[in-house]
C-alpha cells in the first residue's frame, strides 16, 4: 500500500443532512407538540450549522452575486408558505430564516469590500477597515431585527463569526461560533445548541 486512506467523519453532505432532520424535528414539534421539548432541543442543533455553511459557501463560490440571488431567491420562496405554517395568514411579524442569511451574505460582502479583501500576502489591512467592516455587520445585525427575521442578530453574527475565523484553527473556529449561539439563547431547551460543537468538530472541511 502506497498509503492509508483518510477516514471521512463527517462530510458537508452528512453534516447538511443532520442539519435538515433537525429542523424537521423543531418545526413539527413547535407546529403539532408545542409541550414537548425534546424535538425542539434536538433542533437547536440545526443553526450553527447551517450558519457555518452559509459562511463556508459564501467563503468558496466563484460568484458571489450569484450565490446572494440564490439567497434571496430562496427567501422570497420561501415566505408565503413559513407565514402559513407558524402565523396562519400572510404578514410580516416574522419572516424566515433565509431572508436572516441573505442579510448576512450581504453583510460578509460588504465587510470584505471595506477591507479591500484579504489584502496582499503579507500585508496587514488597517485595523479601521476592519472596524468599519464590522460596524457594516452590525448594521446588517439591526436591519434583520428591524425586519423581524428569524434569528435577527444572532444568525448573522453567527455566520460572520464563522466566516471571519476561518483561517484559523477549525476547533477554534467552530467553537467561537457555537458558544455565541448558545451562550446568546439561554432560555431553556436553547442550551442543547452547544451540542453542535461535537458534530462540526468532526467536520472533514
Excluded at 450553527?48 to 446572494?68: M, N
Excluded at 460588504?110 to 500576502?121: A, Q
Excluded at 476592519?130 to 446588517?140: D, P
Aim: net charge positive; proline share 3%; charged share 15%.
Amino acid at each position: 500500500m502506497n498509503g492509508v486512506k483518510k477516514v471521512q467523519i463527517l462530510d458537508g453532505t452528512t453534516l447538511k443532512s443532520i442539519a435538515m432532520i433537525s429542523m424537521v424535528f423543531d418545526h413539527v414539534g413547535d407546529m403539532f407538540f408545542p409541550g414537548v421539548i425534546w424535538p425542539r432541543m434536538i433542533g437547536r442543533l440545526a443553526m450553527p450549522i447551517f450558519s457555518f455553511f452559509i459562511a463556508e459557501g459564501f467563503a468558496h463560490t466563484r460568484d458571489k452575486k450569484k450565490y446572494l440571488g440564490r439567497l434571496g431567491l430562496f427567501a422570497l420562496i420561501s415566505e408565503i408558505p413559513f407565514d402559513l405554517a407558524f402565523d396562519g395568514r400572510l404578514g410580516l411579524g416574522h419572516q424566515n430564516i433565509m431572508l436572516t442569511f441573505f442579510l448576512a451574505g450581504l453583510a460578509l460582502m460588504l465587510f470584505d469590500r471595506i477591507r479591500g479583501g484579504n489584502g496582499p500576502e503579507g500585508e496587514r489591512i488597517p485595523v479601521v477597515k476592519t472596524v468599519l467592516g464590522v460596524l457594516a455587520v452590525a448594521g446588517f445585525a439591526a436591519l434583520a431585527l428591524l425586519l423581524r427575521a428569524d434569528y435577527t442578530v444572532f444568525a448573522v453574527v453567527a455566520v460572520f463569526l464563522f466566516y471571519a475565523l476561518r483561517q484559523k484553527h477549525p476547533l477554534l473556529r467552530s467553537g467561537v461560533g457555537v458558544a455565541f449561539l448558545a451562550l446568546t439563547r439561554t432560555v431553556g431547551y436553547y442550551v442543547a445548541t452547544g451540542f453542535s460543537f461535537i458534530l462540526l468538530a468532526l467536520y472533514n472541511g
